[in-house]
């Protein structure tokens, strides 16, 4: 079923995403923005964990997660360690949930507001995977450029 495929492919980007966060030479680094690149990998990081756990681990898994997307670009200055283990449990959070997902869950339709054409939950689990590599790829360009 698609939902071990995907499990993989989230594991793998999660866990390149915990390497591009250790790559960086200096942590503070992390936080770095410049008048071409809007947007710090410490903040990107927030954000990808933020995303996933709204949407995969609480609209589909029913966590109880709250998210408070602001601070996924406003906060400063978190630890890599703690941003690595939001990563860890991010990645628990994405497994045990796809991991429950049956055929029926997969095509059911999934809105996340009223405005918003027709997408079932298989395609919009693609599209948040897709949401994460092109983010893990923002993060890769940040740290060549800006990690000197």
Do not use: C
Not at 87 to 114: A, G
């Amino acid at each position: 079923m698609i939902t071990q495929t995907l499990i993989k492919l989230f594991n793998r980007d999660l866990n390149k995403l915990i390497e591009e966060i250790k790559a960086y030479k200096k942590e503070e680094n992390l936080w770095l923005v410049s008048h071409h690149v809007s947007n710090s990998a410490g903040n990107l990081s927030l954000h990808i964990i933020g995303n996933l756990n709204h949407f995969i681990g609480s609209v589909l898994g029913n966590s109880g997660y709250i998210r408070q997307r602001d601070l996924e670009f406003s906060q400063k200055d978190v630890p890599v360690s703690e941003i690595i283990e939001q990563i860890e449990s991010t990645m628990i959070i994405v497994e045990n949930t796809l991991s429950k997902l049956t055929e029926n869950d997969l095509q059911e339709e999934y809105r996340r507001n009223p405005f918003e054409s027709y997408m079932n939950t298989e395609y919009f689990l693609t599209h948040l995977l897709t949401h994460l590599t092109y983010h893990l790829g923002q993060i890769n360009y940040h740290r060549r450029l800006l990690d000197i």
